[in-house]
């Protein structure tokens, strides 16, 4: 659905078609995690806007569509509407506001919170881009404004103000009583003992209410229901398999988790549509059926279409656009080039300008209709090409040419916990292999054995030492047990049980961690009596690059933004360590950095573990700062000798704001006229400490 999101607002252009988003909510069926307030928001303004919607698009990825709703009742009775010069009691509106699911805060900053101060309401509504400020003169209301939540500053006037309910159900003392009664009628046993009843029956939303939605409400609707009467319903040849997917997932989640008896679930069908109910939905409204075959019955219309060639880029060919210059050779039609970024635009330039292929840069789509050059590009995070066969017309879009690789999207994962060294299961564990008990060392699993303590059976995990001793461990303790990471598991040593040689082993490493911290906090010490240079930053400039920043920043991410800022304004040496798992914004943070430093008139200095590494650097660092006169070079064997030479020389003159490359920046020849600051992208010490060498110097 995003993906095709993105295709129709670039191929709508100027054109007022509403696209209106209907988000998932973004958690596995039956967690325990409730949906964030932005999505909650997105979803109730489209809710409240779609019955009423006369011309629009509605993109629903299957899952999303297979999620049963509050009724549009519920909608209708939860909103309202303030008007200036409305008669306004503030107590009465902060109980309403309550009821509906509002949170009462000190300063409103988020979707679903409101604050009173004197005769002033803030409130943030549902399925609003901003805040509003309603000023009050007695009980009248005298203005609304809407306001910025991070300066708290108001924008503009305006004469009236819809509020949408903070949730997808009632939490009002009708909506308590409802979900209790439905909550007894379906569940045995105490409720009282459920977390989730007592913290509904105390007018709590618990994370994960929103799946007992329908024990809120006497009935459910479905997206279907919202739809206006004239719509249509287009689907992709994929829906069918999609929704039998997420059905049987949902499935697997209620048997894998319907045996707690403090968070009992709900059957499927009464939260979810079962595939036989989506295509009947389907059925009341006309339908058209996308496909990528074609089509010899009548009844359908097949399109002067054609699949996209792949025009891979091959960086090791002698003539990397051959394939590229083959097609273009035998299209008679246009050809509008779609890159990601402005400088992944300008990228794509410099590279075909280079082999002769010159392009002319367009604004957008309409703008490339409106003229009659052949080739053209633009700027379009496009993820498929387009190719009409009548007329000929083609659209290249960047995976077409680099493959998955330019596609920079932020991968969101889960917190997990070493799942490699502690065993969950004791599925995992293979006869002889070796583990390690945390206070017996290493010995192999034998497997499972019953024995009888005392008057009960127990199962006990069997593990063999040096000797032939045997060592049972209650499963109750499997916790004591990890995975043995050491050298091959054939030849793993396994220490004797009462000879001291694992408190041996472990003293030793405790040891080895003491002259570690030692030798740390003697460095630390010199670092605190060390002065560096301390830097300035130009916020206004600063938050212009960070605004270009096309992602959000986790707040892991941000929080080592800011670490890293605050250490460039202090004036001792500084030294961060920044770790996280491939996609998780590590780059971002050192593109911050340098951008600081950069801006102060200091080099930086990128350093790579490799060739491959530095070239993608290379690319990232300049699509990240196209907007920005700031000169970025690498030294890497893809550059030739005089390309190098060039490149020092300009070094050495201050000509180069930016260096990337491998170990060839720890050479003797390179030189910096001022340098300010160091990225080491490398996970080897003895390369760390020669670059902290450089610095020295």
Same mark, same amino acid.
């Given at each position: 659905?995003?993906?095709?999101?993105?295709?129709?607002?670039?191929?709508?252009?100027?054109?007022?078609?509403?696209?209106?988003?209907?988000?998932?909510?973004?958690?596995?069926?039956?967690?325990?995690?409730?949906?964030?307030?932005?999505?909650?928001?997105?979803?109730?303004?489209?809710?409240?806007?779609?019955?009423?919607?006369?011309?629009?698009?509605?993109?629903?990825?299957?899952?999303?569509?297979?999620?049963?709703?509050?009724?549009?009742?519920?909608?209708?009775?939860?909103?309202?509407?303030?008007?200036?010069?409305?008669?306004?009691?503030?107590?009465?509106?902060?109980?309403?506001?309550?009821?509906?699911?509002?949170?009462?805060?000190?300063?409103?900053?988020?979707?679903?919170?409101?604050?009173?101060?004197?005769?002033?309401?803030?409130?943030?509504?549902?399925?609003?881009?901003?805040?509003?400020?309603?000023?009050?003169?007695?009980?009248?209301?005298?203005?609304?404004?809407?306001?910025?939540?991070?300066?708290?500053?108001?924008?503009?006037?305006?004469?009236?103000?819809?509020?949408?309910?903070?949730?997808?159900?009632?939490?009002?003392?009708?909506?308590?009583?409802?979900?209790?009664?439905?909550?007894?009628?379906?569940?045995?046993?105490?409720?009282?003992?459920?977390?989730?009843?007592?913290?509904?029956?105390?007018?709590?939303?618990?994370?994960?209410?929103?799946?007992?939605?329908?024990?809120?409400?006497?009935?459910?609707?479905?997206?279907?229901?919202?739809?206006?009467?004239?719509?249509?319903?287009?689907?992709?040849?994929?829906?069918?398999?999609?929704?039998?997917?997420?059905?049987?997932?949902?499935?697997?989640?209620?048997?894998?988790?319907?045996?707690?008896?403090?968070?009992?679930?709900?059957?499927?069908?009464?939260?979810?549509?079962?595939?036989?109910?989506?295509?009947?939905?389907?059925?009341?409204?006309?339908?058209?059926?996308?496909?990528?075959?074609?089509?010899?019955?009548?009844?359908?219309?097949?399109?002067?279409?054609?699949?996209?060639?792949?025009?891979?880029?091959?960086?090791?060919?002698?003539?990397?656009?051959?394939?590229?210059?083959?097609?273009?050779?035998?299209?008679?039609?246009?050809?509008?080039?779609?890159?990601?970024?402005?400088?992944?635009?300008?990228?794509?330039?410099?590279?075909?300008?280079?082999?002769?292929?010159?392009?002319?840069?367009?604004?957008?789509?309409?703008?490339?209709?409106?003229?009659?050059?052949?080739?053209?590009?633009?700027?379009?995070?496009?993820?498929?090409?387009?190719?009409?066969?009548?007329?000929?017309?083609?659209?290249?879009?960047?995976?077409?040419?680099?493959?998955?690789?330019?596609?920079?999207?932020?991968?969101?994962?889960?917190?997990?916990?070493?799942?490699?060294?502690?065993?969950?299961?004791?599925?995992?564990?293979?006869?002889?292999?070796?583990?390690?008990?945390?206070?017996?060392?290493?010995?192999?699993?034998?497997?499972?054995?019953?024995?009888?303590?005392?008057?009960?059976?127990?199962?006990?995990?069997?593990?063999?030492?040096?000797?032939?001793?045997?060592?049972?461990?209650?499963?109750?303790?499997?916790?004591?047990?990890?995975?043995?990471?050491?050298?091959?598991? !054939?030849?793993?040593?396994?220490?004797?049980? #009462?000879? *001291?040689?694992? @408190?041996? =082993?472990? +003293?030793? %490493?405790?040891?080895? $961690?003491?002259?570690?911290?030692?030798?740390?906090?003697?460095?630390?010490?010199?670092?605190?009596?060390?002065?560096?240079?301390?830097?300035?930053?130009?916020?206004?400039?600063?938050?212009?690059?960070?605004?270009?920043?096309?992602?959000?920043?986790?707040?892991?991410?941000?929080?080592?933004?800011?670490?890293?800022?605050?250490?460039?304004?202090?004036?001792?040496?500084? !030294?961060?360590?920044?770790?996280?798992?491939? #996609?998780? *914004?590590?780059? @971002?943070? =050192?593109? +911050?950095? %340098?951008?600081?430093? $950069?801006?102060?008139?200091?080099?930086?200095?990128?350093?790579?573990?490799?060739?491959?590494?530095?070239?993608?650097?290379?690319?990232?660092?300049?699509?990240?700062?196209?907007?920005?006169?700031?000169?970025?070079?690498?030294?890497?064997?893809?550059?030739?000798?005089?390309?190098?030479?060039?490149?020092?020389?300009?070094?050495?003159?201050?000509?180069?704001?930016?260096?990337?490359?491998?170990?060839?920046?720890?050479?003797?020849?390179?030189?910096?006229?001022?340098?300010?600051?160091?990225?080491?992208?490398?996970?080897?010490?003895?390369?760390?400490?020669?670059?902290?060498?450089?610095?020295?110097?």
């Amino acid at each position: 659905a995003a993906q095709l999101d993105s295709a129709l607002r670039f191929f709508l252009g100027e054109n007022d078609v509403p696209l209106v988003p209907f988000p998932d909510w973004e958690t596995l069926p039956y967690d325990a995690f409730s949906p964030h307030q932005d999505i909650i928001s997105e979803r109730l303004a489209a809710l409240a806007q779609l019955p009423t919607l006369r011309r629009g698009i509605l993109l629903v990825p299957v899952p999303t569509l297979m999620h049963r709703l509050a009724p549009r009742d519920y909608l209708d009775a939860h909103s309202l509407l303030l008007d200036t010069g409305q008669t306004l009691g503030l107590e009465a509106m902060r109980l309403r506001l309550e009821a509906a699911g509002y949170r009462c805060v000190a300063t409103v900053m988020e979707h679903g919170e409101f604050a009173v101060r004197g005769s002033l309401l803030d409130l943030y509504p549902m399925g609003s881009p901003l805040p509003y400020r309603i000023e009050l003169f007695d009980e009248e209301v005298e203005s609304i404004r809407r306001f910025d939540p991070e300066s708290q500053r108001s924008i503009e006037s305006v004469g009236q103000v819809r509020l949408l309910p903070a949730r997808e159900f009632p939490l009002d003392e009708n909506g308590i009583t409802r979900f209790r009664q439905g909550w007894r009628a379906r569940f045995e046993g105490d409720p009282q003992q459920s977390p989730v009843y007592r913290d509904v029956s105390n007018a709590l939303a618990p994370s994960g209410i929103e799946y007992y939605l329908p024990l809120f409400h006497e009935r459910t609707h479905t997206l279907f229901d919202y739809l206006p009467d004239a719509s249509l319903i287009l689907t992709t040849d994929t829906v069918e398999q999609a929704a039998q997917t997420f059905w049987q997932e949902i499935g697997e989640r209620h048997e894998q988790l319907g045996h707690d008896r403090e968070r009992p679930l709900l059957p499927p069908v009464e939260m979810f549509l079962p595939v036989p109910e989506v295509f009947a939905g389907f059925r009341t409204r006309p339908r058209v059926q996308f496909q990528h075959f074609e089509l010899e019955s009548a009844h359908g219309t097949n399109f002067a279409t054609a699949a996209p060639p792949s025009l891979n880029l091959d960086v090791r060919a002698a003539n990397p656009t051959a394939t590229l210059e083959a097609f273009l050779a035998g299209f008679d039609g246009r050809v509008l080039f779609a890159a990601e970024t402005t400088g992944r635009r300008e990228y794509l330039l410099e590279l075909l300008r280079g082999h002769d292929i010159h392009p002319s840069p367009v604004e957008n789509w309409t703008d490339f209709l409106d003229n009659d050059t052949r080739l053209g590009i633009t700027v379009a995070p496009l993820e498929q090409g387009l190719l009409l066969t009548d007329p000929p017309l083609a659209i290249i879009a960047e995976p077409q040419l680099f493959g998955l690789q330019v596609l920079q999207r932020r991968r969101r994962k889960r917190a997990e916990r070493d799942t490699d060294a502690i065993i969950r299961n004791l599925a995992e564990l293979t006869i002889g292999a070796p583990v390690v008990h945390e206070d017996h060392g290493v010995g192999r699993y034998l497997g499972l054995q019953t024995l009888r303590v005392g008057d009960t059976d127990t199962e006990f995990l069997t593990l063999e030492y040096a000797g032939g001793d045997k060592l049972y461990v209650p499963v109750s303790s499997l916790h004591l047990i990890s995975r043995y990471t050491g050298a091959a598991p !054939d030849s793993a040593p396994l220490h004797k049980l #009462g000879s *001291g040689q694992w @408190e041996k =082993a472990k +003293r030793k %490493a405790t040891e080895k $961690v003491r002259d570690v911290a030692a030798e740390l906090l003697a460095i630390y010490a010199r670092r605190e009596a060390r002065h560096g240079y301390q830097y300035h930053i130009d916020e206004a400039q600063y938050r212009a690059f960070a605004a270009e920043f096309p992602f959000e920043e986790t707040p892991d991410q941000q929080a080592a933004i800011d670490n890293v800022l605050a250490s460039m304004r202090d004036d001792k040496p500084m !030294d961060h360590l920044v770790c996280g798992d491939v #996609g998780f *914004g590590k780059t @971002e943070v =050192a593109m +911050r950095a %340098a951008f600081v430093a $950069v801006q102060a008139g200091k080099q930086v200095a990128l350093l790579t573990p490799t060739t491959l590494l530095t070239r993608q650097h290379l690319e990232n660092f300049r699509d990240r700062f196209a907007n920005w006169p700031v000169r970025i070079e690498s030294l890497s064997r893809f550059r030739s000798k005089q390309e190098q030479s060039q490149v020092l020389t300009d070094l050495r003159e201050g000509k180069v704001d930016i260096l990337i490359g491998t170990h060839k920046l720890l050479q003797d020849g390179v030189k910096y006229r001022n340098l300010g600051l160091a990225i080491i992208d490398e996970d080897k010490a003895q390369t760390m400490l020669k670059m902290l060498d450089v610095l020295d110097e």
